[in-house]
């Protein structure tokens, strides 16, 4: 079955970095777009970035532009995400997410249980 | 970018009840536009995907309607199960966007 796991969250002071990893197996890897999706303690849902299945095309949300970058490991099935310059308000569980099978297929179907990043001096 | 209005914030039902949360974009996303549920501390789960279409394994008292700018999730006959905090989200360009959800609560 589809597995994804997130790991490298934990805490860091602003303006430092850290660097998420998720591990997937279970489906072919190179077939689909991937995700990361965010939530703050006791918030909503906040999409963060998403790169192709080809790694050729890459999506931010406006505020992670410049400072997080998204990458992918076709050999390890693996997807990271840099996170650079990181502020409070970046605190959040992530989620690495798997799309649909399809380019158009925006939606998430799969999610990993979620890695804790918490911004704080 | 396209903004995502969900109603009501907080939704009070009881098994058995019809309840109906309502998303609206702030520009057209055609039927680009996804439903997910989640319950406290795990992970949100893939209810309707293209405004209307059920997700494998997801039971049919589900339902999604909708195009353009507004859209409708309908959960008929509540379970137990249901009450959770529901999320949708639009995927019709480059970048995406969620509701800030919808809890749903047992009255």
């Known amino acids: 079955q589809v597995q994804l796991v997130e790991s490298g969250g934990g805490l860091v002071q602003p303006g430092g970095s850290l660097r998420l990893s998720c591990a997937t197996s279970g489906f072919t890897f190179n077939d689909y777009y991937m995700g990361w999706i965010r939530q703050p303690p006791g918030k909503g849902l906040e999409w963060v970035s998403y790169i192709s299945d080809t790694s050729s095309y890459t999506s931010y949300a406006d505020s992670v532009t410049g400072r997080f970058t998204i990458s992918r490991d076709s050999a390890k099935n693996s997807l990271y995400l840099q996170m650079n310059s990181l502020r409070a308000e970046d605190s959040a569980v992530y989620y690495c997410?798997?799309?649909?099978?399809?380019?158009?297929?925006?939606?998430?179907?799969?999610w990993g249980q979620g890695t804790l990043v918490t911004v704080s001096s | 970018d396209i903004q995502m209005t969900q109603s009501p914030s907080t939704l009070s039902a009881s098994v058995g009840d019809r309840v109906t949360i309502t998303c609206r974009a702030s520009q057209s996303i055609n039927s680009w536009l996804a439903w997910y549920q989640q319950k406290p501390g795990k992970a949100p789960k893939l209810l309707i995907y293209?405004?209307?279409t059920l997700e494998s394994g997801v039971p049919s008292r589900f339902s999604g309607s909708g195009s353009g700018t507004d859209f409708t999730l309908t959960i008929s006959n509540l379970q137990p199960d249901d009450f959770a905090t529901y999320y949708c989200q639009e995927y019709h360009r480059h970048s995406q966007t969620f509701g800030q959800g919808t809890k749903l609560e047992i009255k």
């Open positions: 293209k405004a209307s």
């Open positions: 997410a798997r799309r649909g099978y399809y380019d158009s297929s925006g939606y998430y179907t799969h």
